[in-house]
């Protein structure tokens, strides 16, 4: 059974806005569930991601307010649960330290037998050391196997992990917690746990940087300014500068979607214009695999101040994009989560999760059956006010049973029939209920046209080119019938 924590006086006030796109208003269903994390101790979550076939790892921080960084590892500990989809919990764990190491828990890197295989960083107790620990959790959170990795003559502040296409473990880090101080880490781990690379990049300042798999034998590595093409062994292939004709300044979050695109989210900033105030909204930029630019969107409202912070892909072609809407510190003021699901470049659906306290995202990742995960930070400042924070998690899964976001399923040409072919100005449609979402590209993908069926189950199509195009009937978020239609 799903349980919700709430404290008493804190949440009465709590809302969680549904706010639609105009063109597809969505109800708020069954497939949404939540799950409070709150208690005297400051919370914040590190990672909440699926693992396995309806398994969620998720990991918080607990412990006493602090920002410094030796303090984020003394006076916090790792409180670990394993979810299914519906948030209902299968087990916890909490886990301070392992072998004198500190230890702080990023994120699943892998799975054995259906049980977590995990990353994070270790500090040395007594010598202040920073390495890599990657711990076999079983089913129920008791440790099968950990092991340290790394330099102990170097700090290692490791940052991002994947399990590339040989089924080696790939880690990016810093030796500097000092941003643009240091140089970026990339090491290797095989699959029998043995560190078979090290490599120390001298000529690359480290910040934030983020690692990914690429189709091919290659990764991407992002870092400040700067999108890198490595191979397999860490050597540059190529390299690219974002250019400040961008209007989305890049974030630290990259994935790869439809046509081996690039997508990274980021923040949408005006040019100042005297007497106006300056625009911040957040958005996200696509670049093809060669790093060229080719599309750039911003969302938000003109009078909040919104920044793009996550993103993730789900069937490739739709994107979730997860970022801070009205996020102000001085003095802090309600704000919201604001998470997107964008298809094809159009967005199909809004959240805003939040309200009645600073609501900040910690996490956003895609369900396989499609929907998300977001795991969100929660500071209510009118409880507790100043400096001396205190944060409660909020995570919370949406559509999580709907198997066809994002995923594009085989017509079924023999319940729903759209006729006549070759077709004119008007397309019939049988077999199937008015209202329906009606799509239509051309040879190269593009959106050439958008309705709904009428009451009559009929199409009328705009003037276009006599060709071939693609069309597509959805029923909410289900694809029920798609194929190519012919115009005259």
């Not at 409070?36 to 693992?51: F, G, I, Q």
């Not at 602090?66 to 394993?82: G, H, R």
């Not at 916890?92 to 330290?97: H, P, R």
């Not at 990657?134 to 994947?162: K, N, P, R, V, W």
Request: net charge negative.
């Amino acid at each position: 059974m799903k349980t919700l924590y709430l404290t008493s006086g804190m949440r009465t006030l709590l809302s969680i806005f549904l706010f639609l796109s105009t063109s597809f208003q969505v109800l708020l269903g069954q497939n949404t569930h939540t799950y409070w994390l709150d208690s005297e101790a400051d919370e914040y979550v590190k990672c909440a991601e699926p693992y396995a076939p309806d398994r969620i790892f998720s990991n918080v921080m607990i412990g006493n307010y602090s920002t410094s960084y030796p303090e984020l590892f003394t006076q916090y500990k790792n409180k670990m649960f394993i979810f299914d989809y519906e948030l209902n919990v299968l087990a916890n764990q909490q886990l301070d330290q392992l072998d004198g190491y500190e230890i702080m828990i990023y994120g699943v890197l892998d799975k054995q037998n259906n049980e977590p295989v995990v990353w994070g960083r270790a500090m040395n107790i007594d010598g202040g050391d920073n390495q890599l620990v990657i711990i076999h959790f079983s089913s129920q959170l008791e440790i099968q196997s950990y092991a340290f990795y790394g330099d102990e003559s170097t700090q290692e502040y490791f940052m991002s992990a994947f399990k590339d296409d040989n089924g080696d473990y790939v880690f990016a880090a810093s030796n500097s917690l000092q941003s643009l101080e240091g140089n970026v880490i990339l090491t290797k781990v095989n699959p029998a746990g043995e560190q078979i690379q090290y490599t120390l990049m001298d000529n690359m300042e480290s910040y934030k940087t983020k690692i990914i798999n690429a189709p091919g034998d290659y990764y991407y590595l992002l870092n400040v300014f700067n999108l890198y093409k490595l191979d397999t062994d860490f050597n540059i292939m190529d390299s690219y500068d974002y250019p400040d004709t961008l209007s989305v300044n890049p974030d630290i979050d990259i994935e790869i979607a439809e046509d081996n695109k690039l997508v990274v989210p980021g923040t949408y900033m005006s040019p100042p214009v005297p007497g106006s105030p300056t625009v911040i909204d957040m958005g996200y930029i696509e670049f093809t695999s060669d790093y060229q630019p080719v599309y750039e969107q911003t969302m938000g409202a003109y009078d909040t101040v919104d920044f793009g912070r996550f993103i993730s892909v789900s069937g490739w072609d739709t994107l979730y994009l997860a970022g801070d809407k009205n996020l102000q510190n001085n003095p802090p003021d309600d704000s919201w989560v604001s998470i997107y699901r964008i298809r094809n470049q159009e967005i199909e659906q809004q959240w805003n999760i939040g309200g009645q306290g600073q609501y900040t995202p910690g996490s956003l990742e895609s369900l396989e059956n499609g929907g998300f995960i977001a795991g969100i930070n929660d500071w209510d400042f009118y409880t507790y006010p100043g400096e001396q924070k205190q944060r409660d998690v909020l995570l919370y899964t949406e559509n999580y049973g709907d198997t066809a976001v994002g995923v594009f399923p085989a017509a079924v040409p023999e319940e729903i029939i759209v006729y006549p072919q070759p077709a004119d100005r008007q397309l019939f449609i049988k077999n199937t209920s008015p209202g329906l979402r009606f799509s239509l590209r051309d040879m190269q993908g593009k959106l050439c046209y958008r309705t709904k069926t009428d009451a009559q189950n009929r199409v009328h199509l705009p003037p276009l080119a006599p060709g071939i195009y693609y069309y597509r009937l959805e029923d909410r978020h289900t694809t029920v019938k798609s194929g190519k239609l012919l115009v005259h």
